[in-house]
Each structure stands twice: as C-alpha cells, then as structure tokens.
C-alpha cells in the first residue's frame, strides 16, 4: 500500500521567515496530493493541493511543488505568521475509486514565533 | 452549505464496551471517509463508503466497522472496545465527479477507560 514521509517533524521560523515542509510517496499511482492544516483542537482544514499533472500551484502565500519523478512534493509557506503556527499534514491518493482513502504523512509542528 | 458535522463530539465508554459514532456529510456528497487520529499513529483510514457501499477499507480489525444510509449518511461502530481505541474519529466527505477535496468534520473524542 501506499507510505507518505514528512519532513522535518518540527519547525520553528520567526515571523516572516519562509517555511518548507516536504513530503516523500511510494505509490507511482498516486496523483492527488492534499495537504491540511490543524490547529488545536480543531478539524483537519484543507489548505492546498496539486494534481499529479500539475508541477506547481500557489495560492497567496502558500504553495505546492510536485516532483512526480522522484515521487516528493513540498509545502512551502512565504511570509509566516504567528497564525500560521499549527500542525501540517500532508497526504496522497490514487483517485479514481480510491479518492476517498487518504494516506497521512507523521506532520510537522510548525512554530511561528513573534 | 452546511459543513460536515459528527455526533456526539465526546464519549466515555469502558473496555468491553461498543460504540457508535454519527456523520452527516456535506450536502450533495456521496462519499464519507472515516479516520482515526491518535498522537502515536497519525492519521490513519479506517474505511471509505460510497452509495451505501463500503468502497475502500484500510487495515483495522474487524471490530471496525461501518455503514452508510440513503441519504449518505454514516455510522461506524466499534465492538469490544479496548484501551487502545480511545482517539480522535474523523469522518470527512468528498463530492462526486472530478473534485477528491476531502472536508473533515470536527471529530468524535473518545476515551476508552
């Protein structure tokens, strides 16, 4: 079955640094790739995510680069702020009939501070 | 629309014991995904159901189980609770056609004690 690695498991930036978070897949069928952000005690909150026939998608200060070659994809946010402090998942599916079944990274605690 | 929602949002049960979760996903969407989410194992899927079919099944006991009604609906049930179960359940639903964005519910904290 599908395995998805996250890197690093934490992070700590100061406000306004930049943030990457990167994530490896085994399953050369995969090709949806989600990633969620958590805060505590909430609900997982989709925050991006890339198809496997795009390389790269950006959405303000987020965005999302596919290697589908090496099978990673990262996460990497600009201008952090102390909002951004929660933990990040991120994840991939195979789609078709599989799109419901999500395989999960570890996440990364990121710590934005002041 | 009205986002997902889960019932009830917290439970207390004891070893032995079963249980029954409830998820209303959002309106319009037939698929309903169930995950469990503990600090050790991460997120981990449990099973997807799809049309009142279990369509994808993850590597649970079978004291997991599940079920979803006509009106996309779903329950899972847990049989013979053990301290180990206790955990976060999140359902999440996915609309049909082209989108695989997945919208979790806030969950069902459970504590098996």
């Known amino acids: 079955g599908e395995n998805v690695e996250q890197h690093p498991s934490t992070l700590s930036v100061q406000e306004g640094d930049s943030a990457v978070i990167k994530c490896t897949y085994s399953d050369s069928a995969s090709n949806y790739f989600p990633w969620y952000k958590q805060e505590l005690g909430k609900r997982p909150q989709l925050i991006i995510d890339i198809r496997s026939n795009v390389g790269e998608k950006k959405d303000r200060r987020i965005a999302v680069t596919l290697n589908k070659t090496a099978k990673h994809f990262s996460l990497h946010i600009t201008e952090t702020q102390p909002e951004d402090s929660a933990v990040y998942f991120c994840?991939?599916?195979?789609?078709?009939?599989?799109?419901?079944?999500?395989?999960f990274g570890q996440g990364t605690i990121l710590t934005v501070h002041p | 629309k009205a986002g997902v929602t889960q019932t009830p949002r917290y439970l207390i049960k004891t070893r032995g014991q079963q249980v029954t979760l409830s998820c209303s996903p959002i309106?319009?969407?037939?698929?309903v995904s169930w995950y469990q989410q503990t600090p050790g194992q991460g997120l981990q899927f449990l099973f997807e159901y799809f049309s009142e079919t279990q369509r994808n099944k993850g590597n649970f006991p079978g004291r997991f189980s599940g079920r979803q009604f006509s009106n996309s609906r779903s329950e899972m049930n847990v049989s013979t609770l053990e301290l180990g179960d206790s955990a976060l359940y999140l359902c999440?639903?996915?609309?049909?056609?082209?989108?695989?964005?997945?919208?979790f519910g806030p969950g069902t904290r459970l504590t098996v004690t």
């Open positions: 999440a639903s996915t609309g049909d056609g082209n989108s695989y964005e997945q919208y």
């Open positions: 994840a991939a599916t195979a789609g078709g009939t599989s799109y419901g079944k999500l395989t």
């Open positions: 309106s319009g969407h037939r698929s």
